[in-house]
């Protein structure tokens, strides 16, 4: 683990996370890590996702936690704030305004809605079963396109996240496709171990996925995905392996700016 961070974490301002960000700061400090970036679910307009992400008047405290956590563990751990943000058609304006409100480290651009449908919530999974999906995955890697396309974000997150309760891609094009756009933007790859957490028990992206990737030049984020403190790191010397063994590339962000 040493040299690794965790680009890929969350605090309870989410509400749906346990644990303090010093909790979090300390069991990556435990595990070996080099550093970590928070990237907490950003605010998003009222009417989105209400009850799983920090509201607006609550970004002042989560970057305040943050910072306080860099004082505490600076020269131990190399700690860094960043967002996980979503792509949903009509509040692209709304993410660029918060993007624009602090300078983040490091912005995930995820998709984790199909029209109104969360469909990574266990709450509404029967959902699939009225699906067909070819036509689902078809439909979630063109907003993955759109995520690419629209300048908003340094890396795509969990790449094949609608096989997380286990209904994989029956195609597979859309997918290469949309890593075809995400090569040509100059993005990465948020590398999810959180996948092997899940049902599916299979890490963001697939390894058929981080073998396309990593042909086509897209370096990887390591990310944990924790919400809670004992998750931080999760598997990650499993993960660098898989992707060391196709000739990826891990990087971290810092300033929006890529590093090695």
Known sequence: MTGLCDSHLHTPLCGHASGTPREYAQAALDA????????????????????????????????????????EFAGRLDVRLGLEADLHPGTEKFVEQVLNMHDWDYVIGSVHYLGAWGFDNP?????YEAR????LYRDYYALVEGAAKSGLFDSIGHLDLPKKFGHRDPE??????????????????DFNTAGWRKPVAEAYP????????????????????AHKPEEVGHRFTDAVKEIREVGGKVVTYKGRKQRG
């Open 32 to 71: 070996g890590l080099a550093g970590l970036c928070f990237t907490d679910h950003m605010p998003m307009p009222r009417w989105y996702d209400a009850p799983w992400r920090m509201r607006l008047e609550q970004l002042p405290e989560y970057i305040a936690q943050i910072q306080a956590v860099q004082q």
């Open 123 to 127: 709450e509404f999974v029967d959902e």
């Open 132 to 135: 067909d999906l070819t036509q």
């Open 172 to 189: 597979g094009y859309a997918a290469l496709h949309a890593l075809d756009v995400v090569a040509g933007q100059g993005l990465a790859l």
């Open 206 to 225: 697939a390894p058929d996925l981080v073998r396309a990737a990593a042909e086509r030049g897209i370096p990887f984020v390591l990310g944990s995905d």
